[in-house]
C-alpha cells in the first residue's frame, strides 16, 4: 500500500497539528465528532458473473466478495450459484465457468441469505455497481429476502473524478489494476475481480484524500461534479456540532456574507454547501470567499429559525435574499382627521380610531390592497387634508363625477355618511372582509362575462393582497397585545420544547427531556428571558416574519398553551379564515346561490383560539357586514 493510501485510510494525526494544518496538508483528522473516518469504515467488495447483462433474463453464476476495514482483510466469500439453465457459450469462454461447472452448485436461494449475512452493516462497493448491486436487488426480491439498503460505492464513478486520460486508456477495472499495481489481476472470476477491486479501491481513496475525501460522508458525495476549490473547503463544516442552530459564513475581512438555519445538525447542512446538491450560483461564489463558519447553537428549531432573521436584519450580508429591512415594511392606513382616508406608511402609530392592514412585502402589494377597498367603498382618494367645513367655491374631483366619492371636499351635509363609509371600511379591515369579498367576487365575475381576463385577473390580485395584508394584520393583533404566552410541543423524543413570547417576539426557549418537570424549565425560563417593551399593534415587537414562525408554531398539532396573561383570540368571520382569494370568490359564488350558509351581522360568533371554544367574557366582537 502506498503512503498516500495509508494517509487516507489512518486515523492518526501527529501530536501538535492544528486541524487546520492537517486538512491543509491532506492529513486525515482524528476528530470523531467530524463524521466516520474512512479507516473505521467495512467494506465489502463485491463481484458477480453472470448469464447475461439484465437481471430480467439471466441469472448469477459466481458471487465473490471481500471485507476489509482499514486497510486489513477481515474475511472473503466465494461460491458458483446454479442459475437454473445454460451457460451461453460466449460467457463461458469470457468467464470460463461452463455449464458443467454449476451442477451441484447452490441455487441463489441458498446463497443469497448467506451474503447479506456477510455484509450485514458494511457499505458495499463494485467495479460499475449499478450491474451487480442490481443483480442482487433483483435476486432479493425473487427470494422474498428485503434488501438491506447498504451505502453504495461505485469505483468507476470515482475513477472517473480522480484518474485521467494520459493514465489510463478506459477506466476498465483490468486497466485501473495495471495502473495502480494491483496485487491480483482480473480475470474474469469473481473472488479474483473482487481482490482487485479492492487494490483500486485503496488507491483511489489515497487520491482522494487530499481533495477532502477523508470520511464515509465525504465519499458520498466524492463523483459530484464540484469545483476542486470549494470541495477542498469542507473542513470549515469540521468543528461545528450536530445540533440545532444558525451558521455564519465570514469573509476574508471577518465580514458576515451569508447567515443560514439548520433544525437538526448545524455540521451535516453546512457541508451540503461543499457537494453538487448546491446549484446556486451566487452561493459557490459565497462559499468561495468565505473564510470560516461560526455556529450560534439553539435549544430548539424554531429559535433557530428566529435568530436566522435577526442575524440577517442585523448584517445584511449580502448573499442573503431574505427580508433584511423590516422597518421598510408597508402598511395600508386608515387616517384619523375629519375625513379618513387610506394612505401606505412605513410605521405604526398609537392613534384612536385608526386601522391598519400589513405589513406588506412591497409598496406595490400595499397599493394593491388601497384599491381593493377604493373600489367597494365609496372613500376619498386624494391625499390632502380636508377641513372639517367645506370651502366657499371648492371644486370636487372627477372621481364625484363618476359616482366613486361623495366629495366632502365641497359638500359638509355628506358627514355622517362619510362616517358610515368610514366604519364600513375600519370593520372590513380588521373583522370581516365579507363586503370586500363580495364587490371585487362580482367585478371579477362581470369582467369574466365580458372575457375581459387580465383585468379580472388584476382585480384578482388586488382582493389577495387585500386579505394576506388584513389576515396578517388581524392575526398579530392579539398576539402584539399579549405581555407574555407560555406554549410547549412535544419533541420527537417524547420530551418538550418550550416558548415563551412576549408581545410577539419570541423571548425565550428550553428544551426538555422526558425525565424532567417542564414545569421548574418554564418558571426559569420567565426569569431570564428577554425584557420585550409593548409595542403598537397591530405591529408586533419583532420582525414580521419572526411573527409568522412564531404564530406557525403555536398552530402546529400538539403545541399546546400553558399559560397565557389575557386573551388570545381572533373573530372566525375574519381574513384569516380566508385561505386565498381565489376560494374567498369561489365561497361568495356558493353563498349567493344558497350553497352555502352565512350567517349576518352576529355578535355571538364563537371565537378560535389554539382550537378551543373561548368563553364569552374573552371573546372579541365581530364587527356587524356592511
Not at 23 to 33: F, I, R, S, T, W
Not at 173 to 198: E, Y
Not at 507 to 517: K, L, N
Not at 562 to 574: H, I, L, N
Request: net charge neutral.
Amino acid at each position: 500500500m502506498s503512503s498516500a493510501q495509508r494517509a487516507a485510510l489512518s486515523p492518526e494525526v501527529s501530536p501538535g497539528v492544528s486541524p487546520q494544518r492537517a486538512a491543509a496538508v491532506g492529513v486525515q483528522l482524528a476528530l470523531d465528532e467530524i463524521g466516520t473516518p474512512l479507516s473505521d469504515v467495512t467494506f465489502v467488495v463485491v463481484d458477480l458473473e453472470t448469464t447475461g447483462g439484465s437481471p430480467a433474463d439471466s441469472a448469477i453464476t459466481e458471487i465473490g466478495a471481500v471485507k476489509v476495514r482499514g486497510g486489513v482483510v477481515l474475511g472473503e466469500f466465494q461460491t458458483l450459484v446454479d442459475p437454473g439453465g445454460p451457460v451461453p457459450p460466449y460467457i463461458q469462454v469470457l468467464t470460463g465457468i461452463t455449464t458443467t461447472m454449476l451442477v451441484g452448485a447452490p441455487r441463489i436461494e441458498e446463497v443469497l441469505p448467506a451474503f447479506l449475512e456477510f455484509s450485514r452493516g458494511t457499505v458495499l462497493v463494485a467495479h460499475n455497481a449499478p450491474f451487480d448491486v442490481g443483480f442482487l436487488k433483483a435476486s432479493a426480491a425473487a427470494t422474498g429476502h428485503a434488501w438491506p439498503g447498504n451505502q453504495v460505492v461505485d469505483t468507476v464513478r470515482l475513477a472517473r473524478r480522480v484518474v485521467t486520460r494520459d493514465e489510463a486508456p478506459n477506466h476498465k477495472l483490468s486497466s485501473l489494476a495495471a495502473l495502480f499495481g494491483a496485487a491480483v489481476t482480473p480475470n474474469h472470476r469473481a473472488l479474483s475481480d473482487a481482490r482487485a477491486t479492492v487494490d483500486v479501491l485503496h488507491a483511489l481513496l489515497g487520491r482522494l484524500a487530499p481533495l477532502g475525501v477523508t470520511h464515509l460522508e465525504d465519499l458520498a458525495t466524492a463523483t459530484d461534479p464540484v469545483p476542486a476549490d470549494v470541495r477542498r473547503k469542507r473542513n470549515l463544516a469540521d468543528h461545528l456540532p450536530d445540533a440545532p442552530g444558525v451558521y455564519l459564513f465570514r469573509g476574508p475581512r471577518d465580514e458576515v456574507l451569508y447567515v443560514g438555519t439548520s433544525t437538526t445538525s448545524l455540521r451535516r447542512r453546512v457541508r451540503s454547501y461543499f457537494t453538487s446538491a448546491e446549484k446556486r450560483g451566487r452561493i459557490v461564489e459565497m462559499v468561495r470567499i468565505a473564510e470560516r463558519v461560526d455556529p450560534v447553537v439553539c435549544a430548539t428549531p424554531l429559535e433557530a429559525r428566529v435568530r436566522e432573521l435577526r442575524l440577517i436584519a442585523e448584517h445584511s450580508p449580502r448573499y442573503n435574499r431574505r427580508s433584511r429591512f423590516p422597518d421598510r415594511m408597508p402598511w395600508v392606513r386608515l387616517t384619523v382627521e375629519p375625513y379618513p382616508r387610506l394612505s401606505v406608511v412605513r410605521e405604526v402609530r398609537e392613534d384612536l380610531g385608526t386601522a391598519y392592514l400589513g405589513p406588506f412585502g412591497t409598496a406595490a402589494a400595499a397599493a394593491l390592497a388601497v384599491d381593493a377597498l377604493h373600489e367597494t367603498f365609496e372613500i376619498r382618494q386624494c391625499s390632502r387634508r380636508l377641513p372639517l367645513v367645506a370651502a366657499h367655491g371648492a371644486s370636487a374631483c372627477v372621481l364625484a363625477d363618476m359616482g366613486r366619492c361623495p366629495a366632502p371636499c365641497t359638500d359638509a351635509t355628506v358627514m355622517q355618511r362619510y362616517d358610515e363609509v368610514t366604519a364600513r371600511v375600519r370593520a372590513a379591515m380588521l373583522g370581516d372582509p365579507a363586503p370586500v369579498v363580495a364587490a371585487l367576487a362580482e367585478r371579477i365575475q362581470v369582467l369574466v362575462d365580458q372575457q375581459r381576463f387580465e383585468e379580472a385577473a388584476t382585480v384578482r390580485d388586488r382582493l389577495a393582497a387585500f386579505l394576506r395584508g388584513a389576515a396578517r394584520a388581524q392575526r398579530s393583533t392579539p398576539l402584539a397585545r399579549c405581555t407574555e404566552l407560555v406554549a410547549a410541543g412535544r419533541t420527537d423524543d417524547g420530551g418538550w420544547e418550550i416558548a415563551l413570547v412576549r408581545h410577539g417576539r419570541l423571548a425565550g426557549t428550553a428544551r426538555v427531556d422526558r425525565r424532567t418537570d417542564p414545569r421548574a424549565a418554564v418558571e426559569t425560563l420567565r426569569a431570564t428571558a428577554e425584557h420585550v417593551p409593548a409595542p403598537v399593534a397591530p405591529a408586533t415587537a419583532a420582525h414580521p416574519e419572526e411573527t409568522e414562525l412564531v404564530l406557525a408554531w403555536l398552530a402546529r398539532p400538539g403545541v399546546r398553551v400553558v399559560d397565557v396573561d389575557e386573551s388570545w383570540a381572533m373573530p372566525v368571520r375574519s381574513a384569516a379564515a380566508h385561505a386565498d382569494a381565489a376560494t374567498a370568490v369561489a365561497e361568495h359564488a356558493r353563498a349567493v346561490t344558497g350553497d352555502l350558509a352565512f350567517v349576518e351581522g352576529r355578535r355571538d360568533v364563537p371565537v378560535v383560539e389554539m382550537g378551543r371554544r373561548v368563553p364569552a367574557s374573552s371573546r372579541m366582537d365581530v364587527p356587524r357586514t356592511a
